[in-house]
């Protein structure tokens, strides 16, 4: 494990060449340590409980009555951030339902989640963030969905942009 972890950080660290610590490994060897560490998050950090994604709703909140103030006329922030550890970055994935998949990360499913979209890899990596951007147009105010720069749907809507009782609804969830 900690050979694992010396080579997520020093590939990391420079990720245009490969890191010598990584090649002690296999590519099979390589996928089966990464699913263990998705295991992990997934239960503690992601989907796996309930529980786990609940202090979402204070993020998904503030967003939603930010963009209603501005909406209204009231005070507009240009912008309104907040810093975190990675595991609240997965929590507020995990209630966002963006990287959920049908079945549960389980230690025997392994070889049928291969393809599965709670990578923390990907989904987690360092600089990790998320934000929402609301948007004045003629229909309205729209709001969109960025996952670490990427304009990402969330699960339910027919496309990209929610209009903001969307949000209102996905925010009483």
């Known amino acids: 494990e900690s050979l694992y972890l010396t080579c997520n950080f020093d590939q990391a660290w420079a990720p245009k060449s490969p890191s010598p610590w990584c090649g002690l490994f296999t590519e099979a060897s390589l996928e089966v340590m990464e699913y263990i560490e998705d295991l992990e998050y997934y239960w503690v950090d992601g989907p796996g409980y309930e529980i786990t994604r609940k202090p979402a709703c204070l993020l998904i909140s503030d967003v939603y009555h930010n963009f ?5 006329g009231g005070r507009e922030e240009k912008g309104i951030f907040y810093f975190t550890h990675s595991g609240t970055i997965l929590k507020f994935l995990a209630f966002l339902e963006t990287h959920t998949d049908t079945d549960h990360l389980r230690s025997d499913n392994f070889s049928t989640m291969k393809n599965r979209k709670w990578k923390t890899s990907k989904i987690g990596p360092f600089s990790a963030n998320i934000s929402f951007l609301l948007q004045k147009c003629d229909l ?3 709001v969109c969905l ?3 720069e990427q304009l990402t749907s969330l699960p339910g809507c027919d496309n ?6 969307q949000v209102c609804g996905f925010s009483a969830a």
């Not at 209603?68 to 209204?72: F, R």
């Open 68 to 72: 209603l103030n501005a909406t209204k």
């Open 140 to 142: 309205g105010y729209l």
């Open 146 to 148: 960025y996952v670490n």
């Open 160 to 165: 990209d942009n929610l209009s903001l009782g």
